[in-house]
T-cell receptor, first 114, second 114 residues
């Protein structure tokens, strides 16, 4: 299993600003994933964060808007840049400890952009 | 590309009754895993149950069981003896062997009535 600490748990931000979300795992994991969950919607994968290489982004998500860092095997950050109200969502960090195994999630960051 | 379909936006069940939440999937990968998660109003993602594509028997975890029909590509979640605390969003998800990321269905909101 894995215990994931995600910070901040929630924030209210002004449009045009940026917010960096941190994800700390209690064990070393190869891949970390960032998801977005818009209000009342399902989870949508933003990107896969690989240690030692650039993140792999899904269609519709770009690095300039959602830069990701992965400095080591236990930590990652996701930045939501130049925010607009449409970015108001829950952002979730996730890891898989074993190949094909269950995904573990952080508590999520509830972002409101005003 | 993998696809997960949950056709029930909302379901109601009487306390102590059983309920089935539907999930169908589509993949060309012969090796994959199917997962169910519960998301209460607090927003955390709680892993419930897992079924591997090569598993011969349906998975069970306490009051949760998975009705896996491989030929029909369905993986329905059965919750027995519903409790008020079961009221939440339920997501079906899949991970293919060749992809480490997990994809989610649209979700079903379950409401347990006293």
């Amino acid at each position: 299993s894995a215990v994931i600490s995600q910070k901040p748990s929630r924030d209210i931000c002004q449009r045009g600003t940026s917010l960096t979300i941190q994800c700390q795992v209690d064990s070393q994991v190869t891949m970390m994933f960032w998801y977005r969950q818009q209000p009342g919607q399902s989870l949508t994968l933003i990107a896969t964060a690989n240690q030692g290489s650039e993140a792999t982004y899904e269609s519709g998500f770009v690095i300039d808007k959602f830069p990701i860092s992965r400095p080591n095997l236990t930590f990652s950050t996701l930045t939501v840049s130049n925010m607009s109200p449409e970015d108001s969502s829950i952002y979730l960090c996730s890891v898989a400890v074993s190949v094909g195994g269950e995904a573990f999630f952080g508590q999520g960051t509830r972002l409101t952009v005003v | 590309a993998q696809k997960i379909t949950q056709t029930q936006p909302g379901m109601f069940v009487q306390e102590k009754e059983a309920v089935t939440l539907d999930c169908t999937y589509d993949t060309s990968d012969p090796s994959y895993g199917l997962f169910w998660y519960k998301q209460p109003s607090s927003g955390e993602m709680i892993f419930l149950i897992y079924q591997g594509s090569y598993d011969q028997q349906n998975a069970t975890e306490g009051r949760y069981s998975l009705n896996f029909q491989k030929a029909r590509k369905s993986a329905n979640l059965v919750i027995s003896a519903s409790q008020l605390g079961d009221s939440a969003m339920y997501f079906c998800a899949m991970r293919e062997r060749n992809n480490n990321d997990m994809r989610f269905g649209a979700g079903t909101r379950l409401t347990v009535k006293p």
